[in-house]
C-alpha cells in the first residue's frame, strides 16, 4: 500500500491550524502529528511531499456545478472532463453537479443521463443534485428513491416559468416530500413571474443590453422570493437551502429566520462578492459576460454578504460554475438580454478568491475553509470522508502556496471558456500540488490526473439535521 508523507506544513481545518505531517496511505488519511515530532519522523514513506512555508488545506468541495448544462438552447461549455480539471488545478477535488429531469420525463431518465456524461470522464470526485423540473406524484415517488441511492438535495425553481418553474403548491409538496424522506429542497429563489413582466416591458421599450438582465432581476423580488420559500419550508417543516444569494435583503430574510433558530441555509458564490453591476453595464456587449441568476447586483449589496458569511447567516461558497463562451453563446442574446444564457465561470477560482478574502481580512483562514470546504461536505452528506484533514477522511489534499503572486486570465486558465470573469484580477495565493484519494492529480502546478480518475460519490443526507 503506497504511504505518503506531507512534512511541515501548516494543516488547516475548519476547526484548528496546526504544524503537522500527514501521513496517507493508499487513498485515506491515516493520521497526523507534530511536525518533528518522534512519531512523525518515524513514519517511513514511499513519497515525501515538502510543505515547508506552504498550507495543507483539504480539497475544496464545490456544491453547485453545470457542466454540459442545457440552457437557452445551447450548452455549458464545460464538459465533465474539462470542468473537473479546470477544478483540480483550483484545488477542488469534489464536486456536487445538477443533474436535469426534463419536462414530462421520470428523474431517473435525467439522473442516468447525467452518469452517462460524468462517468469515466471526471479527474476529481463527483456527486449529484436533481432539478425537479415537474413536480407531479411520480416525480415525488422517484425522490425517495433517489435519497436512498445518494441523491439527497433537490433543486426547485420560482424563475423561469416554463422552463423549470415551479409553482408555490408544487414546491410546498415537494418540501413536504423532503420533510418526509430527509431529501434537503435547494432553492431558486427569484418570483420569476414578476420578473417575466419587467422582461417583456423592458424590451418593449427598447431597454435590450446586458445591464437591463439587473436591472428587471431586482433584489425585492430575490428577497420576496426567498422569504416565500421559509414560509413554505416552514408549512411544511422542512429545512431549505438557498442557492446563490446575492442581495443584501434576502441575506436580511435568512438571517430573520435564522435567528427564529429554522433550518435555513444560503449559499453566495465569489461573483457577488467580487464582481458587481459596473461589470454588467460594460460597453460593447461585454457585460453579457456577467450574465448569470440571481444577477450581479450593486457593490454595496457586497458588505451584507461578506458579514453573513462572518456572522454564519451564509454558510457556503459555491461556483455556481456555468460557462457560455462570450463567442457564439453569450452573443445568442445581442439586441435582447433575455436571449443570453445565464451563467458565468468559477470553478477554477473558488479557493483562491477566498483565500484572496483571508488576505483581504473579510475572513479568516478557518473560516475559508468552513464554508469551502468543511461545511459544503457536511451540508450534502459527504463528512468527514470530504471536506477535512482527519484520519480517515479520503486523501483529498492541497499544498497551498499563500505568498505565490497570481493573474487571473483566460491565457492561463483551464475552463472551456473564452474569456475570464476576472481578466486581469491580482491574487496573493496559489495551488502548488493537489491530490485526490491519494493520487496527484496536481504536481508543483503541472497537471498529472487524468480523466475517469474521479469517482461517482453517493452521499448521506444533510449533516445539520440530524
Ligand atoms: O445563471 C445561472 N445561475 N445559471 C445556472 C442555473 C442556475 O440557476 O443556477
Ligand atoms: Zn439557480
Ligand atoms: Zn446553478
Given at each position: 500500500m503506497p504511504r505518503t508523507v506531507i512534512r511541515g506544513g501548516l494543516v488547516i481545518t475548519a476547526a484548528e491550524e496546526t504544524h503537522a505531517d500527514v501521513l496517507i496511505e493508499d487513498e485515506k488519511i491515516v493520521a497526523l502529528a507534530a511536525s518533528d515530532s518522534e512519531c512523525a519522523r518515524g513514519w517511513s514513506a514511499d513519497r515525501i511531499i515538502d510543505a515547508t512555508g506552504k498550507y495543507v488545506i483539504p480539497g475544496g468541495v464545490d456544491p453547485h456545478t453545470h457542466m454540459e448544462m442545457p440552457f437557452g438552447g445551447t450548452f455549458?461549455?464545460?464538459?465533465f472532463e474539462t470542468g473537473t480539471r479546470a477544478a483540480a488545478w483550483g484545488g477542488t477535488t469534489t464536486i456536487v453537479d445538477f443533474a436535469i429531469q426534463t419536462k414530462g420525463h421520470a428523474l431517473r431518465e435525467g439522473l442516468d443521463a447525467w452518469h452517462l456524461k460524468a462517468g469515466g470522464n471526471c479527474a476529481i470526485d463527483y456527486g449529484f443534485h436533481m432539478i425537479l423540473s415537474d413536480v407531479d406524484q411520480g416525480s415525488l415517488k422517484e425522490m425517495d428513491l433517489l435519497v436512498e441511492e445518494g441523491v439527497t438535495s433537490f433543486k426547485l425553481f420560482m424563475a423561469y416559468p416554463g422552463v423549470f418553474y415551479s409553482d408555490d403548491g408544487q414546491i410546498l409538496r415537494a418540501m413536504q416530500r423532503g420533510a418526509h424522506n430527509g431529501g434537503l429542497i435547494m432553492m431558486h429563489a427569484e418570483n420569476g413571474i414578476a420578473i417575466d413582466v419587467l422582461v417583456e416591458q423592458a424590451l418593449a421599450e427598447?431597454?435590450?443590453?446586458?445591464?437591463y438582465h439587473g436591472e428587471v432581476r431586482k433584489a425585492l423580488l430575490e428577497s420576496e422570493a426567498t422569504h416565500r420559500a421559509i414560509q413554505l419550508a416552514r408549512v411544511a417543516g422542512a429545512p431549505l437551502y438557498v442557492v446563490h444569494v446575492s442581495a443584501e435583503e434576502a441575506v436580511a430574510e435568512l438571517t430573520q429566520a435564522r435567528d427564529k433558530g429554522l433550518p435555513v441555509f444560503g449559499e453566495t458564490c465569489p461573483q457577488y462578492l467580487f464582481l458587481s453591476t459596473d461589470n454588467l453595464a460594460e460597453p460593447d456587449f461585454e457585460g453579457?459576460?456577467?450574465?448569470?441568476?440571481t444577477p450581479l447586483r450593486p457593490r454595496e449589496h457586497q458588505a451584507a454578504l461578506w458579514r453573513g458569511l462572518r456572522t454564519n447567516d451564509l454558510q457556503v461558497v459555491s461556483t455556481d460554475h456555468c460557462p457560455f463562451c462570450f463567442s457564439g453563446q453569450k452573443e445568442?442574446?445581442?439586441?435582447?438580454?433575455?436571449k443570453i444564457p445565464n451563467g458565468m465561470p468559477g470553478v477554477e477560482h473558488r479557493m483562491d478568491l477566498l483565500h484572496q478574502a483571508v488576505v483581504d481580512g473579510h475572513i479568516s483562514r478557518r473560516r475559508w475553509i468552513e464554508i469551502a470546504c468543511a461545511t459544503p461536505a457536511r451540508m450534502f452528506g459527504l463528512y468527514p470522508k470530504k471536506g477535512t484533514i482527519a484520519p480517515?477522511?479520503?486523501?483529498?489534499v492541497v499544498i497551498y502556496d499563500p505568498g505565490a503572486e497570481q493573474t487571473l486570465s483566460v491565457e492561463t486558465h483551464?475552463?472551456?471558456?473564452?474569456?475570464?470573469?476576472?481578466?486581469g484580477k491580482q491574487i496573493t495565493g496559489q495551488v502548488r500540488t493537489v491530490l485526490s484519494r491519494g493520487t496527484t492529480v496536481i504536481d508543483q502546478r503541472e497537471y498529472t490526473g487524468r480523466a475517469g480518475h474521479g469517482r461517482y460519490v453517493p452521499r448521506a443526507t444533510c449533516q445539520y439535521l440530524s
Open positions: 455549458a461549455a464545460d464538459t427598447g431597454r435590450t443590453d446586458p445591464r453579457a459576460k456577467y450574465v448569470c441568476s445568442l442574446g445581442r439586441g435582447d438580454f433575455s480517515g477522511a479520503d486523501a483529498d483551464h475552463m472551456n471558456v473564452d474569456y475570464s470573469a476576472y481578466e
